[in-house]
């Protein structure tokens, strides 16, 4: 290992590293000690999932805070979940103790007597949630200066996750505010596995910082094993047929640790309750468990806890809540239930496998229901087939990751950052109010005539007041939101129903379900025996047979780069070594089908009468902007309807005077020929997160404009 790096590290840190027989730092933890101990700047840390990013960022840290103690808190850790935070402290425990550098977890299930002692004697390292800082800087305000006075470093961990997020922004505005107290300027770590302009995630990091940010990435690049399958799923019974049930059974089970990952609740809960029938029959033992935001917290760690048990065979089926974060210890293998939605998401699924030096693993089962006779040329493209060869080729050959769709007027988020500042300060003045808020990086593209317009609205509905002495306070409307827990969270929650069962809780559904109504959570059928509508609790016992899940499909918005590599995929002739027959067969058939509508110099294609398909190869939110240019009055004009279609993949339209006009109207859309503004109208409100239905709706259509109508 490299000596610099090792013989600066603290001594019961070289005897942690001796006594567990590392051979050597890994090139990340080396190069990470280098920008650590010998510069000011702040670091993004981006490596693969099992890389020792955690290692790389405390060794370094936990050395300085040996050296020189803080005397408050030393260390501020922001993770994404109550999971990831309690699993990132089992790591720690060792080193932690050996350091006597104590550890607080601070979230919700975190007991009070230990939050106590913390706040009468603030040291060591602090990890917490996004929602419990927000609770810090409205109930615990006397108490942040001797939190955090001498903070020395804000490590935020999966950065990808909270960039993309009004999470992410929610802690740009925490960390500025909470800045105020201190008297020290902390350096702030970005640790994540998928990261694809670093240059994006050192100017978030940095925020208002004057000092710049280092990325360190890994040189290690680990082998990977893909396969993809396509499966036909039965026109009658909307299922796989039985053998293809039983392929994926058999892989599944040919492994002692798989993580099979759906894209949605009902996805997960579809494949759990496949495998336990066929268990069932084959006398196979129950190893099976479902994972997502449904789930029952007891339940979920059972899960957790049976993935990482090393003599124990585990299949779970998961969401995006196994995607990061949580060791799982040895994944064999990863089961991708249909295509992700990002190259991100691919990367963060694959990379859960593959860990001590085993190769990254991962099987795609793609499902495409059966095609009519009466299809038209668009909807027989397997476009869930052609999405997940376009992701895996842009990692395989350009090593291509999204960049982070940036928000610039994100008014829900000024909404709750303004009336979290008035909770915590009780009153300002508008000028002091202004400053403080319109000076938090998130809300740098507000201007201040917009926030006069923001506050003046907030006034009229009487969620901001004016005090006699002229300070802005609280108003009535406001004070029950504000005064409830939930106010922490600056994402939508849904209103579950609590599902129970003699045993205790099972988990949440979002439908309301009627008695003798059967449906699967936590990877079994249920039976609805009673309903308390006023506590939102429905009791239920086991039942026999299949039933459906309850709840809405997910979503993700899909980059354009995805849609210009389908089209690639689609007319080229590469062979692509890790398709399986059945999926190499269904490819075939599309490029022929491709070839024969001309798609590589048509965007434009007759599908009949008056009937056009355009395939713009845009991604979600380019897609969206055309469909709204195409309903516009210009669009009208010329007698064109837009009638039907795929997000984005693409678009029907009703065109009675014949080809042209699509072509003048495609031509101008590409061209940016239109006033962005036209494309919403006056008494549309476009309420897409939380708190956006208080904001002005002129100050939405605003921000709607400048951050989601675009043409590439």
Not at 45 to 51: I, N, Y
Not at 66 to 82: A, C, F, M, N, R
Not at 112 to 137: C, H, M, V
Request: proline residues 4%; neutral net charge.
């Amino acid at each position: 290992m490299s000596a610099n790096a090792f013989n600066r590290l603290a001594p019961f840190i070289k005897e942690y590293i001796y006594r567990h027989k590392w051979s050597e730092l890994r090139d990340l933890q080396v190069r990470a000690c280098e920008v650590i101990f010998e510069t000011d700047s702040h670091l993004v840390l981006s490596a693969g999932t099992a890389s020792g990013k955690t290692e790389a960022a405390f060794l370094p840290i936990l050395t300085l805070l040996d050296e020189d103690p803080s005397e408050s808190v030393g260390v501020l850790y922001i993770g994404p979940t109550k999971a990831l935070i309690n699993d990132q402290f089992y790591r720690l425990e060792g080193l932690l103790e050996e350091a006597h550098i104590p550890v607080t977890a601070w979230h919700g299930d975190a007991s009070a007597s230990k939050k106590k002692k913390l706040l009468q004697n603030p040291q060591g390292i602090l990890q917490i949630t996004p929602e419990s800082i927000e609770s810090l800087l409205i109930n615990k305000r006397n108490f942040l200066t001797n939190l955090f006075c001498d903070l020395r470093f804000i490590v935020i961990d999966e950065i990808h996750i909270f960039m993309a997020s009004n999470r992410g922004r929610q802690i740009l505005c925490q960390l500025e505010r909470l800045q105020r107290f201190m008297e020290t300027s902390p350096r702030r770590i970005g640790l994540s596995a998928t990261l694809g302009d670093t240059s994006q995630a050192e100017r978030w990091l940095v925020g208002n910082d004057h000092r710049s940010a280092i990325t360190v990435t890994s040189k290690h690049k680990p082998s990977i094993r893909l396969s993809v399958a396509h499966f036909q799923i039965d026109a009658e019974s909307e299922q796989l047929q039985p053998q293809d049930n039983e392929y994926l059974f058999a892989k599944a089970t040919e492994r002692s640790k798989v993580l099979v990952f759906a894209n949605s609740r009902g996805g997960a809960e579809e494949v759990i309750a496949s495998f336990r029938k066929i268990a069932q029959q084959k006398n196979f033992p129950d190893v099976f468990h479902v994972h997502h935001g449904s789930i029952s917290a007891p339940l979920r760690e059972t899960a957790e806890e049976a993935m990482k048990a090393s003599h124990q065979q585990a299949i779970t089926a998961a969401t995006l809540t196994l995607e990061v974060g949580v060791d799982i210890g040895q994944l064999e293998r990863v089961i991708q239930i249909d295509s992700p939605f990002s190259v991100s998401s691919f990367l963060q699924r694959l990379g859960r496998s593959g860990r001590r030096n085993l190769p990254s693993e991962m099987m795609f089962a793609i499902t495409e229901p059966e095609i009519s006779n009466s299809a038209i040329f668009p909807e027989q493209l397997p476009w869930d087939l052609l999405q997940t060869i376009a992701i895996i080729q842009l990692h395989l050959t350009k090593k291509w990751i999204e960049p982070v769709h940036d928000v610039k007027q994100p008014f829900g988020l000024l909404y709750h950052q303004t009336l979290s500042t008035l909770v915590s300060e009780s009153s300002l003045s508008a000028a002091s109010l202004a400053r403080s808020i319109l000076t938090l990086p998130p809300f740098r593209h507000i201007s201040t005539d917009q926030y006069k317009s923001f506050l003046r609205h907030l006034i009229q509905t009487q969620h901001i007041e004016r005090a006699e002495d002229g300070e802005l306070i609280v108003g009535l409307a406001a004070e029950k939101i504000t005064n409830n827990y939930k106010f922490f969270a600056v994402f939508k929650e849904e209103e579950d129903y609590i599902v129970r069962s003699a045993a205790g809780e099972v988990g949440r559904i979002n439908s309301f379900l009627p008695p003798g109504e059967k449906f699967r959570l936590a990877g079994r059928t249920w039976v609805v025996e009673e309903v308390d509508s006023k506590l939102r609790s429905i009791f239920v016992k086991k039942a026999k047979g299949r039933a459906n899940s309850a709840w809405m499909g997910g979503g993700g918005a899909i980059h354009s780069e995805i849609l210009q590599m389908i089209r690639t995929v689609l007319t080229s002739q590469e062979d692509y070594r890790y398709l399986q027959e059945s999926a190499k067969v269904r490819l075939s058939s599309a490029r022929k089908l491709s070839e024969q509508f001309s798609i590589n110099s048509q965007t434009i294609i007759p599908i009949g009468g008056t009937q056009y398909c355009i395939l713009p190869w845009l991604g979600s939110y380019a897609f969206r902007s055309l469909l709204r240019f195409l309903n516009s009055a210009k669009a009208q004009s010329v007698n064109i309807k837009h009638i039907g279609g795929k997000v984005p993949y693409y678009a029907i339209i009703n065109s009675p005077n014949g080809i042209q006009p699509i072509l003048d109207l495609h031509d101008a859309f590409k061209l940016g020929r239109f006033d962005p503004k036209d494309l919403i109208t006056d008494n549309e409100v476009p309420i897409q997160n939380k708190y956006d239905e208080f904001v002005a709706p002129q100050l939405l259509r605003e921000g709607f404009v400048l951050d989601y109508i675009t043409t590439t």
